[in-house]
């Protein structure tokens, strides 16, 4: 079984550019998940969908960070401008279902930095 | 809010030598417990879990057991090999939370030949 895709692994911009950033879950895992990690820290969650509709962005700054999965399947998440605090790795981590506990499955990341 | 504390790290041990990895938490109510090891290059991995109070997780000889009267899931090894050099993160879900998982800061543990 394919695990969770994400591309690119690695980018590098400078302070006030936009990125984005793609994942591709595990085929049928109706739950997908962004997790900030910046370095030395645990990941924190940005956001989190159930099929198409977001479940929680609570976390996520809305100014400048957004994210869509159209069909339920594939998601995106974009930075608009970043700050050099953006510098972090982006997980893409994906699972069954968000009920009860679904394990959750994690890509490789993305590893941004902002120059 | 739901929290995780992690010993500080990083942990150097020889090979066979026994690991504590500490673990507190802060949740209302009966959270899951988990912890995820990251090697060198590669994603986030389920190490192992326990869904309730008094419940031990294991897998690849780690053990921990889920103490709600200390707040604790302490994570252990009776001898570690030079491959379980990687980081550990203790984290919680909570159903109620959608299921997210809040992470500890993790802790670099290398063991040496």
């Known amino acids: 079984e394919a695990g969770v895709a994400q591309s690119p692994r690695y980018k590098i911009i400078e302070k006030r550019q936009s990125v984005a950033f793609w994942c591709n879950p595990i085929?049928?895992?109706?739950?997908l998940y962004w997790y900030q990690q910046i370095l030395g820290q645990g990941p924190k969650l940005l956001i989190q969908f159930q099929n198409n509709g977001v479940v929680d962005d609570s976390q996520l700054p809305k100014d400048r960070f957004s994210a869509e999965r159209l069909k339920g399947v594939d998601s995106t998440l974009k930075i608009q401008p970043a700050k050099l605090e953006d510098s972090a790795v982006y997980l893409c981590a994906s699972s069954l279902d968000s009920g009860g506990y679904n394990e959750q499955f994690f890509g490789p990341g993305t590893r941004l930095t902002v120059l | 809010g739901n929290s995780v504390t992690q010993m500080e790290g990083p942990v150097t041990l020889s090979e066979e030598a026994f690991l504590t990895i500490n673990c507190t938490y802060t949740a209302t109510g009966y959270p899951s417990l988990f912890w995820y090891v990251q090697y060198p290059g590669e994603g986030l991995q389920l190490l192992l879990k326990?869904?309730?109070?008094?419940d031990k997780g294991s897998n690849k000889g780690f053990e921990a057991t889920y103490r709600k009267e200390t707040t604790s899931f302490h994570l252990e090894k009776g001898s570690v090999q030079v491959s379980d050099s990687a980081v550990y993160f203790c984290a919680l879900s909570k159903e109620t939370s959608g299921s997210r998982l809040t992470f500890g800061e993790g802790t670099q543990l290398t063991v040496n030949p």
């Open positions: 326990a869904t309730k109070a008094d």
């Open positions: 085929s049928g895992h109706a739950t």
